[in-house]
C-alpha cells in the first residue's frame, strides 16, 4: 500500500540553525500538508500546498517557515532560524484532489538545543 | 475561538468490552468530521469520517454517531482489543485547502 515516507526521523539542531524537513507524499496525490506535534498536545495545522503554491497557512506558519516542491515527489518544510518552541514532532499529509481523507506520514521529531 | 475537543483525556476498558470515545465540536459549519488513531511514535492514521448529513456510520468494528443538534460526535469500538490501543482524535475538516483541526486525544488503554 502506498505511504508517505518522512526523512529524517529525529532531527537535534541548535537554536538559530536551519533546518529542513523532508517528505515523499503519495504519488498520485494533489494536496499537501504539514502538521505539527508538539508532546503531548494535538495535532495543529501549519500549512497546506496544492498546485505549487500555498493555498492555506495558520498562525504557527510565520515567516520563519517556508514550503517547496523541488520536484516531482519531494515536499519540505524549512524553518530559517529554529527556536526552542519549534521543538515538536512535525507530519507531512497528503490527499487526493477528490477525498478529504489525509495520508500522515511517520514524523520527523525535531529537537531544538 | 472555533475548536474541536474531546471530553476525556483517558480511557480503560476490558479487552472485549465495548469503546466509546466522545468529542464535542463548536463550528456550526463543520460538515465532515474525521476519527484518527494514532499509535506511539506513528503518524495518525485515518479510521473513519462522517458528513453532517449523516447520523451514523459503520466501518469495521467502529461506529461513528454524530447529533449536530448539541455538536457531539462519539467513536465506539466494537469488541476492543489490545491493538486498539492509542490515542483517538476526531477532526473536523475545515478551509478551501481542506485542512485538519484535531481535538486534544483520548487515550485508550485496553486491559487484558
Known amino acids: 500500500e502506498p505511504e508517505v515516507t518522512q526523512t529524517p526521523s529525529h532531527q537535534v539542531t541548535q537554536m538559530g540553525q536551519e533546518v529542513i524537513l523532508r517528505c515523499v507524499p503519495i504519488?498520485?496525490?494533489?494536496?499537501f500538508y504539514w502538521y505539527r506535534q508538539i508532546l503531548g498536545q494535538k495535532v495543529e495545522f501549519l500549512v497546506s500546498?496544492?498546485?505549487?503554491?500555498?493555498?492555506?497557512k495558520s498562525e504557527i506558519f510565520d515567516d520563519q517557515f517556508s514550503v517547496e516542491r523541488p520536484d516531482g515527489s519531494n515536499f519540505t518544510l524549512k524553518i530559517r532560524s529554529t527556536k526552542l518552541e519549534d521543538s515538536a514532532m512535525y507530519f507531512c499529509?497528503?490527499?487526493?484532489?477528490?477525498?478529504?481523507?489525509?495520508?500522515f506520514g511517520p514524523g520527523t521529531r525535531l529537537t531544538v538545543t | 475561538g472555533e475548536s474541536v475537543g474531546l471530553h476525556l483525556p483517558t480511557l480503560s476498558v476490558q479487552e472485549g468490552d465495548n469503546s466509546i470515545i466522545n468529542c464535542a465540536y463548536s463550528?456550526?459549519?463543520?460538515?465532515?468530521f474525521i476519527w484518527y488513531k494514532q499509535e506511539s511514535g506513528k503518524g495518525p492514521q485515518f479510521i473513519i469520517d462522517?458528513?453532517?448529513?449523516?447520523d451514523k456510520r459503520q466501518g469495521q468494528r467502529v461506529t461513528v454517531l454524530l447529533n449536530k443538534t448539541v455538536k457531539h460526535l462519539s467513536l465506539q469500538i466494537a469488541a476492543t482489543q489490545p491493538g486498539d490501543s492509542a490515542v483517538y482524535f476526531c477532526?473536523?475538516?475545515?478551509?478551501?485547502?481542506?485542512?485538519?483541526?484535531f481535538g486534544s486525544g483520548t487515550q485508550l488503554t485496553v486491559l487484558p
Open positions: 500546498f496544492y498546485n505549487n503554491e500555498i493555498s492555506e
Open positions: 499529509a497528503s490527499s487526493e484532489w477528490y477525498s478529504y481523507e489525509q495520508y
Open positions: 463550528n456550526s459549519a463543520s460538515d465532515y
Open positions: 477532526a473536523d475538516v475545515s478551509g478551501s485547502a481542506r485542512q485538519l483541526t
Open positions: 462522517i458528513r453532517s448529513n449523516m
Open positions: 504519488s498520485n496525490h494533489l494536496y
